[in-house]
């Protein structure tokens, strides 16, 4: 099991430049989630998907911000413009429901300059 | 006030010392995770509760629904138990919030 499969690890892009994440969860957990994490804080919830649809994107800034999960699978994040406050770990989790636990990946670390 | 709080933020300790971080939550939950994450790694589950008292090698982590309250121990400590650890809890419709965090340092 190849677990939750994140890439790329680390991004360094200039202000205003557009930026995007990838997501690959566990085979068969059905809902996908996108969590920002800054330096000594814990994770904030982005967006959680529920196969393909988005059922709780409340905290996602959406005027730069925007995320996909065509066919219920793999999803990705998108950020466009960047800025600096955006600088953060980019995390993504799954999981099958349920009393199951969560599975998540070792994140992308954005640093924008 | 977050809905999950944890105590210490910080703990440094050395080496065979036993290790309690406290969280406490506001909201009614359906679960409640203790999670692991290295410097620069990704972000392990080692335990998820809903009742009493779960045990994991030198880990052992509790809880108590009525006071709101979990426990995560660490026996004999270890320098490689060094990392920051974090409490979330899971509501009904699988919402998730986490704690801020504690940071432990166990030195030899």
């Known amino acids: 099991e190849a677990g939750v499969v994140q890439s790329p690890r680390y991004k360094i892009i200039e202000k205003k430049q557009p930026v995007a994440f990838w997501c690959n969860p566990i085979?068969?957990?059905?809902?996908l989630y996108w969590y920002r994490q800054n330096l000594g804080q814990g994770p904030e919830l982005l967006i959680r998907y529920e196969n393909e649809e988005a059922v709780d994107d409340s905290q996602l800034p959406k005027d730069r911000f925007s995320a996909e999960r065509l066919k219920g699978v793999d999803s990705t994040l998108k950020i466009q413009p960047a800025e600096l406050g955006d600088s953060a770990v980019y995390l993504c989790?799954?999981?099958?429901?349920?009393?199951?636990?969560?599975?998540f990946g070792s994140g992308t670390r954005l640093t924008v300059v | 006030k977050n809905e999950v709080e944890q105590s210490p933020q910080n703990l440094t300790a050395q080496e065979g010392e036993f290790i309690t971080i406290n969280c406490s939550y506001s909201?009614?939950?359906?679960?409640l995770h203790w999670l692991q994450q290295h410097p620069g790694g990704g972000i392990v589950s080692l335990f998820m509760l809903s009742s009493g008292k779960k045990k994991h090698g030198r880990l052992i982590a509790t809880i108590n629904i009525q006071e709101k309250h979990s426990s995560l121990h660490i026996t004999a400590s270890h320098p490689r138990d060094s990392a920051v650890y974090i409490c979330a809890v899971r509501s009904g419709n699988n919402d998730m919030r986490f704690g801020a965090g504690t940071r432990l340092t166990v030195k030899p």
């Open positions: 909201v009614g939950i359906s679960a």
């Open positions: 989790a799954s999981s099958s429901g349920g009393d199951y636990g969560y599975t």
């Open positions: 085979s068969g957990h059905n809902t």
